[in-house]
């Protein structure tokens, strides 16, 4: 038992590092693309909503607490499925293959997550609906500002804002689906913040980079609008105890903007990748966790 907990403890911390410095860029990516912030501040902003949404919200994610060996099997598959994504130069989705995962193991011990239909209806419905909304009001605010570029300043000063909330939505959905793993206990707080702030600070500041110019070229109203429908969908998914991968919502709302572009501002060939790394992590997840369980 105590190997156990020992073990569901160290993988806790090496996928909240991960997910922590690989998803800063999906958090902060389009503020700092469309230069409202520097990265250094946004680095800051972000650990900082990390922390608090993981605090504050972070157990509304209760609905995905598991028992036996489904958690440590499926946190070991979800580090494993990152690290042949990175070797391979995919880039996939550690909530998502996390979640799958969950799902997976949990079914070969004889019983399914209460909450699995409504996830995967959340996660096919919520993207599009992210893609249309951004671009609804991208063309809205677009005109409106073409009255007076006065009003540029005042996107900038909410793109810093949505990185904020975007954090923090993070922090209590992606982190808190990590806590619910170690059963709310306080050394797993603990724990899950330190990792954190190490992820942000050690590697994060490299996907950063990585989105913000690889992805896309923006301005501050597009960054505006990309995080904040990203902020609505990460929050209504934590109300809901739903894992939700925000590298999805944030290119959905890309190509929501984009497409009030003719897809210019961003590269498609990119945003493929990530979809496509997003279902493999999903269906590998399942299958790799569910076998891994009948194995053992």
Known sequence: MTYTLIVNYALAFLLSFLVSGNNLSANAGAAVGSRSIDYKYALVIALLGYVLGLWLQGTYMKANIVSGDA?????????????????????????????????????????????????????????IIVMFLSYILYKFLSAFSRI???????????????????????????????????????????????????????????????????????????????????FIAMEIGTLYSVPMPVTVTTSFGLVGVGAAHRFRIINLRYFNELILGFIASIIVG???SYLLIKVI
């Open 71 to 127: 958690a440590l099997v499926a946190m070991a598959v979800a580090i494993i499925i990152f690290i042949i994504g990175e070797g391979m130069k995919v880039p996939m989705s550690l909530t998502g293959s996390l979640y799958a995962s969950l799902v997976g193991a949990s079914f070969a011990l004889g019983h399914i997550m209460s909450n699995a239909i409504f996830v995967l209806s959340y996660w096919l419905s919520l993207p």
């Open 148 to 230: 007076s570029f006065k009003h540029i300043s005042i996107y900038r000063a909410l793109s810093i804002l949505t990185v904020f909330l975007l954090s923090f939505s993070f922090g209590a959905n992606n982190l808190g689906l990590l806590w619910a793993l170690l059963g709310f206990s306080y050394r797993g707080l603990l724990l899950i913040i330190i990792s954190s702030m190490m992820g942000v600070l050690l590697i994060g500041w490299r996907t950063l980079y990585r989105l913000s110019t690889g992805l896309f070229t923006i301005g501050p109203l597009t960054s505006f609008t990309v995080q904040l429908f990203s």
């Open 286 to 288: 399942l299958i790799f």
